[in-house]
């Protein structure tokens, strides 16, 4: 698998894992983990031409600045294989960039994963995946519910992703976004 995700700021990176370890701690959900990191999945293919997406990456990152999303409260994806995430605000620039990057992405990419086609995506970051059921989510729910989960968050770069069956997901290389004010990017 590999995946165009970004990663979040520390201060809700070090709330998520805190939640992952109590959510494992309490009712046993720990498949979430193997992703290693708490993130934004912008599209996600079963793989891709790693060198290629580099190259259009080292580009890419030259033309988008840091921008600003919020997230609003906890959400759950239903079906066979529920899973609970933070809701993050959809809006124009959003959309726009999420469509931007599976435009780009796709040519370079098999088995693209249909949650991921634009018409499809929904923004989030995931806090327990695969592992919830009917038996346990309520206890979840239940256990989140006193949690806010509204921030502002900076998005400050893009990271491409690859993960083997059975393993940790692990970031091929990180594409951060300069400054307005750094002009030094643009040389």
Not at 31 to 44: C, D, F, G, N, Q
Request: aromatic share 12%; glycine share 6%; hydrophobic share 40%.
């Amino acid at each position: 698998m590999n995946g165009l995700i970004s990663l979040m700021p520390d201060f809700l990176h070090e709330e998520v894992l805190k939640i992952w370890k109590d959510l494992d701690i309490l009712f046993g959900l720990n498949r979430v983990k193997s992703t290693l990191y708490p993130h934004i999945t912008w599209v996600i293919s079963q793989s891709c031409d790693e060198y290629e997406i580099i190259e259009w990456l080292e580009g890419e990152k030259k033309k988008h600045f840091p921008f600003n999303i919020k997230t609003n409260g906890i959400g759950i994806f239903t079906g066979k294989r529920p899973a609970i995430y933070i809701q993050v605000k959809q809006n124009v620039e959003l959309i726009k960039f999420q469509q931007h990057l599976y435009d780009k992405f796709s040519p370079q990419a098999k088995e693209l994963k249909k949650l991921y086609f634009p018409e499809n995506w929904i923004p989030h970051i995931s806090l327990a995946i695969e592992d919830v059921n009917g038996n346990n989510i309520s206890g979840v729910i239940e256990h989140l519910l006193p949690i806010s989960f509204k921030h502002e968050i900076k998005i400050t770069g893009i990271s491409l992703v690859r993960r083997k069956k059975g393993e940790n997901m692990e970031i091929v290389k990180n594409f951060f976004f300069p400054d307005k004010n750094d002009l030094e990017a643009y040389a």
